[in-house]
């Protein structure tokens, strides 16, 4: 279904997703028609499932990024995973496996903000946390 033209289509759209079709047909050799083709192609696929903005979030305000790891209380697991995406301050989170059931990406304005989301998510489980010191 995938072939090598659909990998360096998706390779350049990783890095650029906004460049026009007739931008990325020059760096692959192809027609402007043939790559919206192949495009469309992978979104129907569910190949490409969504187009996102990558955000400073310093210039938002937000000088603080965590991972935190969630070992939910038994019971809970239902009613935290239903809950998680009303959390503004979360951007990403996964099940896991291990002695955790939850990992989350944080961001938030400062420490005392750090301190009322653990205070929410406390109520449904432990909390590990970890600051993010800079992305490699």
Same mark, same amino acid.
């Given at each position: 279904?995938? *072939?090598?033209? *659909?990998?360096?289509?998706?390779?350049?759209?990783?890095?650029?997703?906004?460049?026009?079709?007739? *931008?990325?047909?020059?760096?692959?050799?192809?027609?402007?028609?043939?790559?919206?083709?192949?495009? &469309? !192609?992978?979104?129907?696929?569910?190949?490409?499932?969504?187009? /996102?903005?990558?955000? @400073?979030?310093? !210039?938002?305000?937000?000088?603080?990024?965590?991972?935190? =790891? =969630?070992?939910?209380?038994?019971?809970?697991? !239902?009613?935290?995973?239903?809950?998680?995406?009303? #959390?503004?301050?979360?951007?990403?989170?996964?099940?896991?496996?291990?002695? &955790?059931?939850?990992?989350?990406?944080?961001?938030?304005?400062? &420490?005392?903000?750090? &301190?009322?989301?653990? @205070?929410? =998510?406390?109520?449904?489980? *432990? /909390?590990? /946390? #970890? =600051?993010?010191?800079?992305?490699?």
């Amino acid at each position: 279904m995938v *072939d090598d033209i *659909d990998r360096q289509l998706l390779d350049i759209l990783k890095d650029n997703s906004r460049m026009s079709f007739a *931008d990325l047909g020059r760096q692959i050799n192809l027609s402007p028609s043939a790559v919206r083709e192949r495009i &469309q !192609k992978l979104e129907e696929f569910e190949v490409i499932k969504k187009y /996102t903005l990558d955000l @400073d979030n310093k !210039k938002l305000g937000n000088d603080l990024e965590a991972f935190i =790891l =969630l070992k939910v209380f038994p019971g809970q697991l !239902k009613h935290i995973l239903k809950k998680i995406n009303n #959390f503004r301050e979360v951007k990403e989170a996964h099940r896991i496996t291990g002695s &955790q059931n939850i990992h989350l990406k944080v961001v938030v304005q400062n &420490q005392l903000k750090l &301190q009322q989301l653990l @205070d929410a =998510l406390m109520v449904f489980s *432990d /909390t590990n /946390t #970890f =600051l993010i010191l800079s992305k490699i």
